[in-house]
């Protein structure tokens, strides 16, 4: 397939001709269930879903099949009185289950609110009273969690052995042999929300937002021309569904473009993803930093798997280091493409696989057509090329931006006509931008403005080094140092010798003033449930040391 050039495309580029590809309208109504599932299960063989459960037993699912569950369930919902507004909750893993709720759930016009498996009773209970939860769908498993939960609305169980069934308000299988296999699906505005998200509260107490049915040419545009969904792809996205990636772009985006997706229940392993790509001949990968980072520490595996066939992967999540786009380009002959968005926005810049631009190591790639993206100095003007400044978008000249505020007494993240994403980048002028860090994490030291990602990137370049996380720590004399929490790969020992060579890496592959004055040692960094390293917690920790409070 012949690529285009961005900047051509662009050039003509209409959100209208992506709205058309919708069978309903901003003016008459449309239904998200029949956006992604409906439309494609005329061919009653096309596959939704290819599983592979805990214990190993493998399955799949037509579109036609999950039209008629979704019906089920979708019916279910209304005889419980639950519809266009109302939020209906899922703890489940990546299972088939999980994604005939999602469906039934849109399909009655209801809103999907997704739970984090790993989550906690108290990061659930949160969640449903934030949201004002009227059901919530879950298993055996996490059953146990619930007992904590002082206003717990209906559960419906999902059940093999029967064993909690008559402990639940509903059994799953039980709903939906009890509601027909047809039912129509409710129409909604493109205003009307459809999922009922939070943010992962890396920095405090997660935010509740809503995304509207008019994200979907948004998420359209996104599987498109950023992650280069084919008509053959075998697309699997590793991140789970329970946060916005996993959801906007491992079940909405892909089945609204008719894509197959795959579901691993099975934790994530290295030798557990080998065998996976190889089984379901995956072609198109999505993941996060971290696990192309475990790839690659375990790449003497990948000679056991020789059948990969990788044609193109994608990052997002955190900044990718060249270093693993490199590895991969080598080792399984894929190129992976780092690529930026919120769970506010949804993925606003990339680099495209289906666009030919110029590429940049360490590069979030060119605004997504539809965005407006800018860097916006303290001042409040707008960055030139080579300037630094915060990543905001242009909200009056980006038409595919649906994020309209938090939920209750947030914050609300606008500043005139921009939406301020809290991110530092450097702009390149063209519509292209590189990440340096968090507007909070950037460090100052001895009159110098030190983006902790470029230097985790450097000390990631080092081959003891696995993973990385740098920070501010207090200091007398420069009034900030750097300091970086490493995770050293199993045959490096962890001596002073290495913090020196560590040091001299960082001097010569970066500058003289940004390598990290102070190393610790760690065995693993502390992470949100998304995988998303928590700063501030390492922060907390370097001004402890210190004894001076952190801010």
Known sequence: MQTTRYDAFVKDFSVDAVTRMLQGSADEGLNVCTEICDRHAHDPDKVALRYQRIDGSCGEMTFAELQRQAARFAGFLQSQGIGPGDRVACLLPRTPELLICVLGTLRAGAVYQPLFTAFGSGAIDYRLQQAGTRLLVTNEEQWPKLAEIAQLPPVVLVSDSGRLSTEADFVFDQVLAGQPDEHEAVLIGADDPILQMFTSGTTGKAKGLEVPARALPAFWMYMKYAVGVRDDDNFWNVADPGWAYGLYYGIVGPLLLGCTIHYNEAGFTAENTFEFLRHYGITNLAAA????????????????????????????????????????????????????????????????????????????GYQIPGYRLVALKPDGEEAAAGESGELAVDMENSPLFFFRGYMGDARKPFQGRYYLTGDVVISHGDGSHSYTGRDDDIIASAGYRIGPAEVESSLLEHPAVLESAVVGKPDEKRGTIVKAFVVVRPEYFTDQTLVDELQQHVRMNLSTHSYPREIAFVSELPKTSSGKIQRFLLRQQAAAEAAVPVV
Not at 320 to 344: F, I, S
């Open 289 to 364: 930093p971290t696990a192309y980072r475990l790839l690659m520490a375990n790449e003497h595996l990948l000679d056991d798997y020789p059948d990969i066939q990788l044609r193109v992967a994608s990052s997002a999540g955190e900044p990718l280091n060249p270093e693993v786009v490199n590895w991969a380009q080598r080792k399984l002959n894929c190129r992976v493409c780092d690529q930026y968005g919120q769970t506010e926005t949804g993925m606003t810049s990339a680099n495209f696989h289906e666009f030919e631009h110029t590429r940049r190591d360490a590069s979030m």
